[in-house]
């Protein structure tokens, strides 16, 4: 099965990277990749993780690091519910500023190895660093993740995908993407309408919506709210706007619509949601592989 092309650039924002606590009631099959590695900490459930041809049960305490462009995708027990990850998620562009730094010549070996994925078995002294770093301020974020980094990089992982599995590679349809995207996340707080996106890719709406669908997994309007609430979530949690203000600031046109949409996506409303971000970071709640 062919994966699906992630788009993480738009979901960060303004932020060199990022850092998030994963709340679903089960991993459900997403065959995906993106440029940006990814490091994620199991913390509730278990089932089977696939990376590259490499197919492992994973359970709480499961620490992967995976790089640029390799697909991936966890899948949930059956039975499974209540599951929850850390997910960690930085481009090449910010690491490799710090990786021409000789102290940090064993982490550059790390990521060099993370092309095929990597495995850490049983790091417990490190799940409560990253149980706690997507709350951090940004400054102690970035020194925290290189503390976390540099951890990793004295272990002695296990490589997941064999030598002989080859990475998803750019090709044109991966540039028509990114420019999609890069252009939505530019865009964000107007309407976008699709005969726009369509003349910047050179096709016509109904090819479009086709190449779009077939490229992510998911439509453009789809798309396009998944991008608003993600910017309207950074804005919940990083200023003071009323709920009304950040709508129309990410692109709503009417503060229903954006409750309707917000509800769908994050199963909470604006406003609850905000209000568990600062409960949650007043009591530095952490998982429970911390515990």
């Known amino acids: 099965m062919k994966p699906f092309y992630e788009d993480i650039g738009s979901k960060k924002g303004n932020q060199s990277f990022l850092a998030y606590q994963l709340d679903v009631p089960l991993f459900e099959f997403k065959w995906h990749y993106h440029p940006e590695y990814e490091l994620t900490l199991i913390i509730e459930g278990s089932g089977k993780r696939l990376v590259?041809?490499?197919?492992?049960?994973?359970?709480?305490?499961?620490?992967?690091?995976?790089?640029?462009?390799?697909?991936?995708?966890?899948?949930?027990?059956?039975?499974?519910?209540?599951?929850?990850?850390?997910?960690?998620?930085?481009?090449?562009?910010?690491?490799?500023?710090?990786l021409s730094l000789p102290e940090f010549k064993k982490l550059a070996e790390l990521l060099d190895l993370s092309a095929r994925g990597l495995y850490f078995p049983g790091k417990p002294a490190l799940w409560k660093a990253l149980c706690r770093l997507p709350a951090l301020p940004?400054?102690?974020?970035?020194?925290?993740?290189?503390?976390?980094?540099?951890?990793?990089?004295?272990?002695?992982?296990?490589?997941?995908?064999?030598?002989?599995?080859?990475?998803?590679?750019?090709?044109?349809?991966?540039?028509?993407?990114?420019?999609?995207?890069?252009?939505?996340q530019r865009n964000i707080?107007?309407?976008?309408?699709?005969d726009e996106v369509a003349g910047l890719v050179n096709l016509s709406e109904a090819a479009f919506c086709k190449f779009f669908r077939r490229a992510t997994g998911k439509t453009f309007s789809d798309y396009v709210n998944d991008v608003r609430i993600s910017r309207a979530c950074a804005l919940l949690t990083g200023s003071d706007q009323p709920v009304g203000a950040i709508a129309y600031s990410c692109g709503f046109e009417n503060l229903a619509y954006f409750n309707r949409v917000f509800l769908k996506k994050k199963s909470i409303n604006p406003k609850a949601f905000r209000q568990n971000f600062f409960r949650f970071n007043s009591t530095q709640v952490a998982g429970k592989p911390v515990e």
Not at 76 to 95: N, R, W
Request: glycine share 8%; with cysteine.
């Open 138 to 184: 940004g400054p102690e974020k970035i020194v925290q993740l290189l503390s976390i980094l540099e951890q990793l990089s004295q272990q002695q992982p296990l490589i997941l995908a064999s030598q002989n599995f080859i990475p998803v590679t750019g090709g044109e349809n991966e540039t028509r993407i990114n420019k999609v995207c890069r252009y939505v």
């Open 189 to 194: 707080d107007r309407k976008i309408g699709l």
């Open 52 to 98: 590259g041809d490499s197919h492992e049960n994973f359970g709480p305490g499961d620490l992967v690091l995976i790089g640029p462009s390799m697909p991936h995708t966890w899948v949930s027990d059956p039975m499974e519910k209540d599951c929850s990850a850390i997910v960690i998620q930085f481009p090449t562009a910010f690491i490799n500023a710090f």
